[in-house]
């Protein structure tokens, strides 16, 4: 059982945002080869290690990876950030990513090549609306999706990933608890679904997963009736019902590994194909549609915000890394926030190994 909390649009929320993010993001740049050449020398000379999301632009899930950095999904980078011996971590994402990786590695310096890149999940639920909202119904356990800033993930009780949603809130389920969820209601709804817990929903959505539509998918997938549809659940349940697998991105990605299907029908942002092509290169990847047949547009799924992550403003930033210039492309998390947002972000990380055990 779910229901959901009506609270401001969260299109509503990021509009200007968005324009921020549309009129920067540009062209890969035409000496792209020597930019990079030119990251990889300073990644080296300045003790920084490049973290990518798989939504990020090809060129630079390539670099993270050739400079001995690392491409996955937000608490992967994290975590490989604190793993990884290098002191500064370079976070390609959004701001809520580098703010994790902050948060798990607060001795070393984290930037990223600007902090205007965001997340409509993020904005759509503000720390103070959400905490009324926490306020408002105390009997419940409150569980947040990792895209949401630290100050919502220190007033959670527990946070969660994608790939580990569902056997946490069974688990909580199990133990008799009712569950506030935030932000995605597509999410939180497909979750819901699958464990039968009392779920009370925020209003919150991904404005590129939102935009998908189960009558494109339908019409591609009669003209390739071969073709297994793979979806991320931050869709809408229209499309995540045709799916022949929903998971995270890591799991869509080794999905690709075992089917045997020749192409896939993917319905998750385009930059995942760069590690897909990696998984099954002998295949077809189709992205799913977002649009009607008749939109100059069929398939718009690209984050804004992720492709404000370039390799210029990522070069720009190296080559002035330690100036007061760079201070504005740092994250910080006053030491507060971060401590009570490791808490339940501590306790998904201690839920998942022993369920590996």
């Keep these: 059982m779910s229901d959901i909390h009506e609270n401001p649009s969260p299109q509503e929320i990021v509009k200007s945002y968005l324009d921020v993010a549309l009129s920067q993001a540009h062209e890969k740049p035409a ?27 090809p060129e630079l899930q390539a670099l993270a990876e050739q400079s001995g950095g690392f491409v996955g999904d937000s608490l992967e980078m994290a975590r490989f950030g604190k793993q990884n011996p290098a002191q500064t971590l370079i976070v390609a994402g959004v701001k809520f990513m580098g703010e994790t990786a902050k948060i798990l590695s607060p001795e070393k310096n984290v930037y990223m ?11 759509g ?51 008799g608890e009712k569950i506030l969820w935030a932000p995605d209601k597509y999410l939180g709804s497909y979750v819901a679904e699958k464990t039968g817990a009392d779920v009370l929903l925020w209003n ?15 019409d591609l997938k009669r003209a390739h009736p071969d073709a ?18 929903v998971g995270s991105t890591s799991q869509l990605i080794e999905a690709t590994r075992k089917l045997t299907n020749p192409a896939f029908i993917v319905a998750t942002d385009q930059g995942i194909f760069y590690k897909m092509q990696q998984a099954c290169p002998d295949k077809q990847l189709l992205i799913a549609p977002t649009a009607g ?12 915000w992720m492709a404000m992550n370039e390799l210029d403003s990522l070069a720009g930033l190296l080559r002035t890394l330690g100036n ?26 201690d839920f998942a190994t022993q369920r590996k055990g």
Excluded at 32 to 55: F, G, P, R, T, W
Excluded at 294 to 300: E, I, L
Excluded at 325 to 343: G, Y
């Design 113 to 123: 090549p600007t902090l205007e890149a965001t997340c409509s999940l993020d904005l």
């Design 31 to 57: 000496n792209s080869e020597q930019l990079c050449a030119e990251i990889k020398a300073d990644l080296k000379a300045n003790d920084a290690v490049l973290v990518a999301h798989y939504y990020t632009a």
């Design 228 to 245: 297994a549809v793979l979806v991320h659940p931050e869709s809408p349940k229209p499309v995540i019902d045709l799916a022949d697998v």
């Design 293 to 304: 047949s008749g939109a100059t547009c069929r398939s718009c799924a690209n984050c804004p």
């Design 125 to 175: 639920c503000p720390v103070d609306d959400f905490s009324a909202f926490c306020d408002a119904n105390p009997e419940r356990t409150v569980v947040v999706y990792a895209n949401t800033s630290a100050a919502v993930k220190a007033r959670s009780d527990w946070v969660v990933t994608s790939s580990i949603a569902l056997d946490v809130v069974d688990y909580l389920d199990s133990q």
């Design 204 to 218: 919150g959505s991904c404005i590129v997963h939102e935009e998908f539509k189960s009558r494109g998918i339908e």
């Design 324 to 349: 007061p210039e760079t201070e504005a492309n740092e994250i910080h998390v006053d030491s507060q926030t971060a401590q009570q947002a490791m808490k339940p972000l501590g306790r998904m990380l």
